[in-house]
């Protein structure tokens, strides 16, 4: 059986982007693997978050991937910073972590191109810490999006170098997760291809039904097809994608059908589309209300969490300081 780790960043909330294109794929996936999802909570520490909103984000996310279908009875969904093992086996894979090749990496050139003020150490040594992530349970299942695949290349490389130069085979290749045929496209509806929190044009899984209508009402559309069948301008064809995602195959075929005959009236379809994504979207939020308030049932997930992920973690920990001569009196 695979083991799946993925890494949650802590900041932000999450759009209807990353429930389909991410979280409904962890939602299934969670019970054809052994998984394990975090939120990196040390990570997000390179950036200098105030200390007085760091664990409120935490806490947000946390409720929100669990109102999204996450069960802590079926994977270990933990906090990274209450398993400080990964402190310790982050500074063992940094003596093999070579600081020109850290130096490198797109990720950092990025943040110090940036934020020249802000060049810490903790960036510098962020794969390193990502690679303790993902080795720590010898995941061999890592899903990751396009700008964190140079990270997991570098996991793997720090694997094969600490086998290679200690003469074991102890880590596995961590390769990428990929959804293959489920990888789903939520596109922006200001006529943009994606809907993405830079992008600025995400709709919320805590976003109220109004907000939700409102966002959907004001959708890019254009004056509406003169001949049947005419081709579709790419903002009508985003209004068809996120139809096709959010409503049943019929009313998508209703639309289309009236598209083809000269005969839609997008503000018709956009209202069906705005009912549509609150049916998805407002039980999630009402979840993610219940547990917010839920102090109990929290604490008690992560607690959980952290016991199981600090046994895997202190497995490892005591077999890679064995194999570096580290031994105990
Ligand atoms: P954002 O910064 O917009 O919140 P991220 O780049 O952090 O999104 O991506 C988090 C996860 O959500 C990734 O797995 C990514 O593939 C997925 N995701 C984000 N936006 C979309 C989208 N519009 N369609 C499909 N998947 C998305
Ligand atoms: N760097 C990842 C991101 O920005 C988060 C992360 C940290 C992660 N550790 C990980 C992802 C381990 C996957 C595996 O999204």
């Given at each position: 059986m695979e083991t799946v780790l993925s890494g949650i960043r802590s900041t932000g909330q999450l759009h209807l982007g990353n429930y389909y294109g991410a979280l409904k794929n962890f939602v299934k996936m969670q019970h054809d693997a052994r998984c394990y999802f975090f939120i990196a909570d040390y990570h997000s520490l390179t950036t200098h978050p105030d200390p007085s909103a760091l664990h409120g984000n935490v806490r947000n996310a946390l409720a929100e991937y669990l109102a999204a279908g996450l069960d802590p009875n079926v994977a270990t969904i933990y906090v990274q910073s209450d398993v400080p093992q990964v402190a310790e086996l982050s500074l063992l894979l940094s003596m093999h972590a070579y600081v020109g090749e850290l130096e490198r990496t797109v990720s950092f050139k990025d943040k110090i191109r940036k934020h020249p003020e802000n060049v810490n150490a903790g960036l510098l040594t962020y794969p390193v810490l990502m690679a303790a992530d993902i080795l720590m349970h010898r995941a061999t299942r890592v899903p990751v999006g396009k700008d964190q695949e140079q990270h997991l290349e570098m996991t793997r490389k720090f694997a094969r170098r600490f086998n290679s130069i200690y003469g074991v085979?102890?880590?596995?290749?961590?390769l990428p997760y990929n959804f293959g045929n489920d990888l789903v496209k939520v596109p922006g509806l200001?006529?943009?291809g994606k809907m993405g929190k830079s992008e600025g044009n995400g709709i919320y899984l805590v976003d109220s039904d109004k907000e939700i209508s409102k966002k959907v009402m004001k959708a890019v559309s254009d004056g509406g097809p003169t001949e049947p069948h005419q081709v579709m301008a790419d903002p009508i064809q985003n209004l068809f994608s996120i139809m096709s995602i959010v409503s049943t195959p019929d009313t998508y075929s209703y639309f289309m059908d009236k598209y083809n005959s000269c005969e839609i009236r997008y503000g018709d379809m956009k209202k069906q589309i705005a009912a549509d994504m609150i049916s998805v979207i407002s039980p999630i939020r009402e979840r993610i209300v219940e547990i917010k308030s839920n102090d109990k049932y929290i604490n008690e997930v992560v607690a959980d969490g952290a016991s199981k992920a600090r046994e895997s973690a202190n497995a490892t920990i005591k077999d890679v300081r064995e194999i570096m001569g580290i031994k105990s009196f």
């Open positions: 085979d102890y880590f596995p290749e961590s200001d006529g943009s």
